[in-house]
């Protein structure tokens, strides 16, 4: 227990020295964003920065491609050869911050078992903020009607200062370049 | 607070009016766009709209009141390098970017956050689709051949002229330019799933999209409309072109 503390809070001086530099203009986080993670902690979005991690957005309610879009990241995350590195980080942005509310999205972590840190599973405070996240990762979803979300479905790697260095739409299977792209920017960092 | 924009605008030499918005009904709307993919209609509630697009002028009075959108301060996730380009500085648009001309070369979220100083938003593609619909005497004018000849005379036009000013004539509604001077942004440009290339919705590329199915365009004859859907969905947030600018609305 000890060791992990230390080994957060020394993430955290990392997290903090990285912060300093200044951000490059095509990263990701230069989008001013709060997302909410499944436990309700409030974090900007650009306090993502310092960790190489996958991202996508989904919807807990979906019962289509969503639950293959977190299987692939799961098997992805599992495929990574990265010796000697803290495993990588996920994160599943929804689409639907209307209905996925802070205990569904815990919920949803439990029943998925999907174990935090590694796995954060976030809301943004208003569909707005959904559609300018999804707009700077390149994303396109559509609400129907009925309440379903027409969405694109793909995996993004994001860099320690959020740029995007790989995306994917394979989805149900791992793919290779992409899980080659994940170990060259964890090696990288 | 109000008076600072004025001020701003005075400064630099330009008047800058309050923006005027005109209201349309609510209503239940045919979109070339079904609201499930299949066939159902879009329900609109009533809105008020900009009567015409944001100009250079407008423009520059918000970039002076909002630092972080001045030409050259924009990071690349927000806007591409040809955010502004044919502005002649930062303070001063020049020749090429005349004040009522319709402000151009802006992205998606420089957009956004214009039309949030306005208290305002971008319109829905439905909302815009519904208020672009209308003519000098009708509030859906889509079938006549006359509008739609005008829609594609406009896109036939040579891409290098320079940009009339705001300004045209004003449809049923009391609003002008919708068709004929810029293609402009709506919010849910992202949210259009139609691709230029409809082979694209075919076989393993299908899994691209998750849901209920790709969505398929109704009246193929409205390809004036259909057109414009296949342009804006083929755009990225921080794209920027000289000739899409972008209008607000506002609830009513």
Known sequence: MKRLLLGMLLLLMVGHTLAEAPLPGASVYQLDVVLTDQEGRDGYWADRRGQVQLVSMFYTSCSMVCPMIVDTMKLTAQAVRAPGRAPLNVLLVSFDPTRDTVPVLHDYAQRRQLPAPRWTLARTASPTAARQLAAVLGLQYRQLPDGDFNHSSELILLDADGRIVARTNVIGRVDPEFVQAIERTLADK | ?252
């Open chain 2, 1 to 252: 607070m109000r008076a600072v924009p004025i001020l701003a605008a005075l400064l630099a030499g330009f008047p800058a009016a309050a923006a005027e918005y005109a209201a349309l009904p609510a209503a239940v709307f045919n979109s070339v766009l079904p609201a499930d993919g299949i066939a159902a209609s879009a329900r609109i509630a009533a809105f008020a709209m900009r009567i015409e697009p944001v100009t250079n002028a407008q423009y520059l009075a918000f970039v002076q009141t909002h630092p972080a959108w001045r030409k050259g301060s924009v990071p690349a996730a927000l806007a591409d390098e040809g955010y502004l380009s044919h502005w002649a500085s930062a303070s001063a648009p020049g020749d090429q970017a005349l004040p009522e001309q319709p402000v151009t070369r802006v992205s998606w979220f420089a957009a956004q956050a214009y039309c949030e100083s306005e208290q305002a938003r971008l319109p829905t593609w439905y909302e815009w689709e519904y208020a672009a619909a209308a003519d000098a005497q009708h509030a859906d004018a889509r079938a006549d051949p006359q509008w739609r000849e005008r829609v594609l005379s406009w896109y036939g036009r040579p891409s290098g002229a320079a940009l009339a000013n705001v300004g045209g004539a004003a449809d049923v509604h009391g609003i002008r330019d919708l068709n004929g001077l810029v293609w402009e942004w709506v919010d849910d440009f992202n949210a259009l799933l139609v691709s230029a290339d409809s082979r694209d919705q075919n076989g393993a590329d299908t899994m691209k999209f998750c849901g209920a199915g790709a969505v398929t365009m109704q009246q193929k004859e409205n390809y004036a409309t259909l057109m414009r859907v296949a342009m804006l969905s083929a755009l990225k947030a921080s794209d920027t072109t000289r000739t899409l600018g972008f209008r607000c609305v506002r609830p009513l």
